[in-house]
């Protein structure tokens, strides 16, 4: 038995043969040619059959996966329209060299360009040019196109495998894709997605010929990749692997359906994202809205502040894709332990207790004036939210809403539509749940953050490991503040919701029922998990 | 000569898709088409270079079109770029 790490992009679980998928690597070598007018005829009547083959691919793709991923296909064949890819495989035709060698040269060219820039999504498309360059090589050489030959579906691996690659290969014949290169962001990745086959890249192996053939299991869960497992191992993959599958068609048949106890009782259950590109995966899931938007990744990897105009793009894009549905915003939740080093942050004995979230945007204004700005201005085009991180008094919240009605008055004199926008704090520290009563009277919502809560309640730093034990997120401490606060809230006429983790324990799912919890908001991942749990009280 | 100026707020940039889609646009008109942004220019016509910019959200990008067709070119590539970048 043998096992291998690698970068999980499709979850689940594949039990099969190994199916090595070796590319005919053809070398292009590179011989002198005579006549350089006749080469370069023949390279060009190679791309132009390239081009056709790209455009029975995109019909094809079109057909199986939809335009979106069909697109790929276009721009490969654009890429072989570009005059200066063109340009570079004749000049060297015009030296006296051989097509195939010629595009390989202009291949490493261009690949080498990408793989050189500090984007991952721009690295991955030196996989294109090489896709593209590779299928010109092969029409010059004579090569046929590559597929797999089985019978039976199989688990596929691969050095690396180029879009046009996967699509061709019969998805009834895939039980899953493991290759050595690739990162997530590449076609191939974002193809498995949809096809859904679990699959890992970027798995640290080398492969051999004996490989092949052998039974594998593709834990897509874990990104684990084990050859030859022995007995009970394999066992224990098939027995978890129907369970995943069972439990994938039960969820899958509760989307539409509502969030409701055999007694009647509702909730509502959204889903908690941390950037525009989550959103596809809430709706996908059947959220009923977005519970948190965590806003730190707009000032995140980047070396200044984020404009108005910028912010605002994203939020309006969130709320927009929710169509009408309900988008809590979080304002800023940074601290000196998240490398953000434009916010020229004082290193702190203690982060999690330090100059952070709120304290900051209420110490820096202005940085908390671009924000609200930039969601009052968003929230014309869906139901926005907004809910502050951190809140210990309420003496924040009477400073938050004069700032908030500065920053209200001043757009509607400069004429920006604006919509009802709900403001809610997160209970995330004993403080705030202990005088909850009186913060009530002051906000539209509680949403109540039970990671940040357990932590400061037990004074348990959830980083350290050897603390896990103490770290007991059914402690009665934590249960009783979470339940003092949700009766707070109702007794002010205010729902109360949570976000944190413990939303998605599905153990709680009835302790926070019987409280009266109005919203849980979880990862897209967890929603029908805990759809489920709530139809089975 | 007609200029704009646009700040890219598609999550992922200038990528392959609105890039071919915009070589597309930028190929209809007979004027020069020139994208700068991220410090460097690219002929908005040719594809790959204009990845290579490696234009990402965020960034501010500069389109000047020049030639004959100018006028209908430049409405039609700013259009382009409020719905699309």
């Known amino acids: ?20 998928y070796k590319k005919q690597n053809y070398e292009a070598v590179k011989t002198e040619v005579l006549d350089t007018e006749a080469e370069r005829e023949r390279f060009e009547s190679a791309v132009e059959t390239a081009k056709k083959q790209l455009t029975v691919l995109y019909e094809d793709a079109l057909d199986r996966l939809g335009e979106e991923h069909a697109m790929i296909f276009e721009i490969h064949k654009m890429m072989l329209e570009d005059e200066d890819y063109l340009d570079a495989v004749k000049n060297v035709i015009n030296e006296g060299l051989n097509g195939e060698y010629a595009v390989s040269v202009a291949e490493e060219q261009f690949a080498e360009m990408f793989a050189s820039m500090d984007d991952e999504y721009m690295k991955a498309r030196a996989a294109d040019i090489r896709d593209i360059s590779k299928r010109v090589i092969n029409i010059l050489a004579g090569i ?3 597929g797999i030959h089985t019978d039976e579906p199989v688990i596929v691996v691969a050095e690396d495998l180029t879009p046009s690659e996967t699509v061709k290969m019969d998805k009834e014949k895939i039980l899953a894709f493991v290759t050595v290169k690739g990162s997530s962001n590449s076609h191939t990745a974002i193809l498995a997605r949809s096809m859904n086959l679990p699959s890992l890249v970027n798995t640290k192996m080398e492969l051999k010929e004996e490989m092949n053939g ?19 191992i394999l066992q224990e993959m098939i027995s978890r692997k129907n369970q995943w599958i069972a439990d994938l068609k039960g969820l899958e048949q509760l989307k539409g359906k509502e969030n ?26 059947d959220a009923g809205g977005i519970g948190l938007f965590r806003s730190e990744f707009l000032y995140l990897g980047r070396n200044d502040y984020p404009s108005e105009e910028e912010q605002f793009e994203s939020y309006k894009t969130v709320l927009e894709k929710m169509n009408g549905k309900k988008v809590i915003i979080r304002t800023l939740d940074i601290g000196a332990d998240k490398k953000v080093d434009y916010f020229k942050l004082e290193p702190e004995e203690n982060p999690a207790m330090g100059y952070r979230a709120i304290r900051i945007c209420l110490d820096r204004p202005e940085i908390f004036i671009t924000q609200l700005r930039a969601i009052y201005r968003a929230s014309a085009y869906g139901t926005a ?20 009605g500065q920053v209200k008055e001043k757009l509607l004199a400069e004429g920006f539509r604006m919509g009802e926008v709900e403001l809610g704090i997160m209970v995330e520290t004993p403080a705030a749940a202990v005088i909850s009563d009186e913060l009530a009277k002051e906000v539209d919502f509680f949403s109540i953050g ?32 979470i339940e ?31 409280m009266g919890v109005d919203e849980l908001s979880v990862s897209a991942a967890n929603v029908l998990k805990v759809r489920k749990a709530i139809r089975d009280i | 000569m007609k200029e704009f100026k646009k700040v890219i707020s598609d999550p992922v940039g200038l990528h392959a898709r609105p890039a071919g889609l915009l070589v597309k646009q930028a190929a209809a008109f007979k004027s020069k088409v020139t994208i700068s942004g991220n410090g460097k220019s690219a002929d908005g016509k040719k594809l ?4 290579g910019l490696g234009i990402r959200k965020g960034m501010e990008v500069i389109c000047r079109i020049e030639g004959e067709d100018e006028e209908a070119a430049s409405e039609v590539l700013q259009k382009f770029f409020e719905e699309n970048l």
């Open chain 1, 484 to 514: 003092m606060t949700v009766a707070n809230g109702h007794k002010e006429g205010i729902w109360v919701g949570i976000c944190g983790e413990l939303a998605a324990d599905t153990e709680l799912t009835h302790t926070f029922l019987d």
């Open chain 1, 260 to 285: 409701v106890t055999s007694d009647g009782r509702k909730i509502n259950l959204y889903a908690n994202i941390g950037s525009v590109n989550d959103v596809d995966a809430a709706l996908e899931a």
């Open chain 1, 450 to 481: 039970t990671n940040d809560l357990t932590q400061y309640t037990l004074a348990v730093d959830r980083q350290n490991q050897k603390l896990e034990s103490t770290c007991d997120t059914h402690h009665p401490a934590v249960l009783r503040l």
């Open chain 1, 1 to 20: 038995m043998k096992k291998y790490i690698g970068k999980s992009v499709v979850k689940g679980i594949a039990v099969g043969r190994i199916y090595w």
């Open chain 1, 385 to 404: 939210a907004i809910m502050f991180p951190m809140i210990v008094s309420v003496n924040e919240i009477i400073r938050i809403k004069e700032i908030v």
């Open chain 2, 48 to 51: 790959i270079m204009l990845m």
């Open chain 1, 144 to 146: 046929g196109e590559d």
């Open chain 1, 214 to 232: 052998k039974v594998a299991v593709v834990d897509g869960f874990n990104g684990e990749f084990i050859v030859e497992p022995e007995e009970d």
